[in-house]
T-cell receptor
Framework: DAKTTQPTSMDCAEGRAANLPCNHSTISGNEYVYWYRQIHSQGPQYIIHGLKNNETNEMASLIITEDRKSSTLILPHATLRDTAVYYCIVRASNTGTASKLTFGTGTRLQVTL | EAGVVQSPRYKIIEKKQPVAFWCNPISGHNTLYWYLQNLGQGPELLIRYENEEAVDDSQLPKDRFSAERLKGVDSTLKIQPAELGDSAVYLC????????????????FGPGTRLLVL
């Protein structure tokens, strides 16, 4: 699986949009970009995933660049409950080991008043 | 719907003692995972089950770690004997694999068991 690079930490004011970047310059054509987050003392929680088109769900939006070498997770209106470590993961889609999620160290997002 | 249940939530043991962790996946989920998470790091896969079969255990230290998933539902992860370096959070996740493509599968994680070996 391709490696990802994320900033170690970010701050965001409550109510503002949180934009979390991720670089995955070695991504392959059959690899998806997944985002999970982990709130303190909890297990990771799925947020969103995409292949090449932008995606949106009730939690967030995922913007993937045209060359697919980077992406941005957008939390449109961050709240204190969004304070967590956010993991960007690149995952193959069509092999037996595709179920494996390879987590990095993620971005620690701190939402403040 | 209940999520992935793990017990105990916390465990403190002395080194060289055995320890076991239990996981009850989401009802109907056929795939179960055990992950290890060290402090400040992301989770790392230890073993993956599809129903009762371990299909990926390449990262499981088999000299001291063992796992089982009898009847393809609940699972137990055991360490015997525990070492100081085993102090970590042990996470269980489950998913429903409905096809070949992994994008059809979302993993749901339990809260984890925090192990401290003294």
């Amino acid at each position: 699986d391709a490696k990802t690079t994320q900033p170690t930490s970010m701050d965001c004011a409550e109510g503002r949009a949180a934009n979390l970047p991720c670089n995955h310059s070695t991504i392959s054509g059959n690899e998806y970009v997944y985002w999970y987050r982990q709130i303190h003392s909890q297990g990771p929680q799925y947020i969103i995933h995409g292949l090449k088109n932008n995606e949106t769900n009730e939690m967030a939006s995922l913007i993937i660049t045209e060359d697919r070498k980077s992406s941005t997770l957008i939390l449109p209106h961050a709240t204190l409950r969004d304070t967590a470590v956010y993991y960007c993961i690149v995952r193959a889609s069509n092999t037996g080991t595709a179920s494996k999620l390879t987590f990095g160290t993620g971005t620690r997002l701190q939402v403040t008043l | 719907e209940a999520g992935v249940v793990q017990s105990p939530r916390y465990k403190i043991i002395e080194k060289k003692q055995p320890v076991a962790f239990w996981c009850n996946p989401i009802s109907g989920h056929n795939t179960l995972y055990w992950y290890l998470q060290n402090l400040g790091q992301g989770p790392e896969l230890l073993i993956r089950y599809e129903n009762e079969e371990a299909v990926d255990d390449s990262q499981l230290p088999k000299d001291r770690f063992s796992a089982e998933r009898l009847k393809g539902v609940d699972s137990t992860l055991k360490i015997q004997p525990a070492e100081l370096g085993d102090s970590a959070v042990y996470l269980c996740a489950s998913s429903l694999r409905t096809g070949v493509l992994a994008d059809q599968e979302t993993q749901y994680f339990g809260p984890g068991t925090r192990l401290l070996v003294l």
